[in-house]
């Protein structure tokens, strides 16, 4: 259903009669969920208490080198910090999430060693990115054609200034996990956000409480102790952080604890007792392509530049980049233990490429048990 004004009211003044009567925010989560989104809300634009843990948390260093959550406004202001620091036009916030769990088993269930695990969120034939913003770009067209196209918006899918979590948590979708991650009671935490910084003044949804309880399983579960503290994670020791962001060497010390994880890892998601039966998706894009979900070790260590291009067009994993997947896929065969690697890391330890090289030359330390 679309919202026309009546033909004596300016489309301004409907909205603020739509506003105070709730209509408008209906209308755009109906939107949302018609644009195949799960979950949708609305929170107010606000700098929340959460936020200000996050200059702390810049501070600390626990970003690593992702140096780009640590842009500023010309006022000095971390822009992640305050929203209205970088968009002062901004009133509301609609956040809108998906469920991306497929039924495939979790990382902790498959023991197969001489393969890698890619983590579920990258498994999809296409980039989330593009999926969801196009998703989004529905939702912003309704929002203008109720609002009016004067109405600002700004639409982002992890790319803009903005901890798209905590506005999630005051949409009332969700709460924040010990484990950092969004978390939705029926769904659980497998699901992308997306948010719709607006200029409109929607009536807001209200939080959810912090349902985690007693339970620390995602904390003491997480081979790297990426968690100094409940909700708070260091990404320094973060798999996902080190196989995905990471560039150059990962420290040795903290190669024992990825296993055979090659892109990104979900152990603190995989363990938490709200995704024990968290539900399929019923959108196809997020099946995973052939061979992403346990992919063989041999193989991603000696990708060649031609394949990385064919089997990564569009995918989350070109992020990685062909030799850091290659230097991850090594890591997880020196875990592995396996002998039967050698060949692979011999040649690996004469590759021009020096990190590859290294930790080749480590792989077969650890093999060797030198
Ligand atoms: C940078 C980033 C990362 C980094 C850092 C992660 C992190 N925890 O911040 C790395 C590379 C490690 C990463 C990993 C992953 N990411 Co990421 N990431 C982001 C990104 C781009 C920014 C996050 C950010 O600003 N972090 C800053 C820190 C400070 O925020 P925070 O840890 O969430 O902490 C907040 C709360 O915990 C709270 N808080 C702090 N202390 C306390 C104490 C109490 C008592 C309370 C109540 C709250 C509280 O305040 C903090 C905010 O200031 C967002 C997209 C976006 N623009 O928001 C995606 C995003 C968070 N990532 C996402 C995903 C899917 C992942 C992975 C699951 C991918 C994978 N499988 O490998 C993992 C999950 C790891 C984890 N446990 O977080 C999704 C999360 C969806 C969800 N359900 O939560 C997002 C939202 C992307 C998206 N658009 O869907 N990610």
Redesign the pocket.
């Known amino acids: 259903m679309l919202f026309s004004p009546a033909p004596s009211e300016s489309i301004e003044e409907a909205g603020h009669a739509m506003r105070r009567n709730g209509n408008l925010s209906e209308l755009i989560k109906t939107a949302a969920r018609k644009a195949g989104f799960d979950l949708a809300g609305i929170a107010p634009a606000d700098d929340f208490p ?5 200059p702390e ?1 810049i501070a600390k260093g ?2 690593g080198d ?1 140096k780009y ?1 640590e842009s500023r406004a010309p006022s000095g202001e971390l822009r ?2 305050c929203l209205r620091s970088a968009f002062s036009w901004a009133r509301s916030v609609v956040v809108c ?1 998906i469920n991306y769990n497929t039924a495939h088993p979790y990382s902790t269930e498959n023991g197969d060693a001489d393969h890698g695990w890619v ?4 498994w999809s034939r296409d980039d ?1 990115h593009h999926s ?1 913003m196009r998703r989004l770009g529905d939702v912003e067209a309704q929002l203008k054609t109720i609002c009016g196209a004067a109405t600002q918006t700004r639409a ?5 200034p ?5 506005y999630a948590r005051y949409a009332g979708i969700g709460w ?1 996990g010990k ?5 939705n009671q029926q769904i659980g ?6 948010v719709i910084v607006t200029s409109i003044e929607l009536s807001p949804d209200l939080p959810q409480p ?1 349902r985690c309880g007693t339970c620390t399983r995602c904390l003491e579960a997480c081979p790297t102790g ?1 968690f100094p503290a ?4 260091d ?1 320094n020791r ?4 080190l196989t ?2 990471k560039r150059g060497q990962i420290p040795e010390e903290l190669r024992p604890g990825m296993g055979r994880h090659v892109f ?3 152990i ?2 995989e363990v938490c007792p709200w995704n024990r039966r968290a539900p399929v998706s019923n959108k196809e894009e997020f099946e995973p392509r052939e061979g992403l979900v346990n992919p063989a070790l041999a193989w991603l260590a000696e990708l060649s530049p031609e394949t990385f291009g064919e089997k990564f067009r569009r995918s989350p994993l070109k992020r990685a980049r062909r030799n850091g997947l290659r230097r991850n896929a090594l890591i997880a065969i020196g875990n592995s233990g396996n002998p039967s690697f050698l060949p692979v890391v011999e040649r690996a330890a004469q590759d021009e490429d020096l990190v590859v090289a290294d930790t080749a030359q480590w792989a077969r330390r650890r093999i060797l048990d030198e």
Do not use: H, K
Not at 162 to 166: A, L, T
Not at 230 to 233: D, R, S
């Open positions: 959460e936020l200000a843990r996050f948390w626990r970003a992702m959550l992640r910090a999430a983590s579920r969120y990258a989330y969801i982002y899918v992890d790319t803009g903005i901890v798209e979590r905590v924040l484990n950092t991650c969004f978390i935490s497998w699901l992308f956000l997306g912090d990426a409940p909700y708070e994670l990404s973060c798999i996902a952080y995905i962001e990104g890892c979900d603190c998601q």
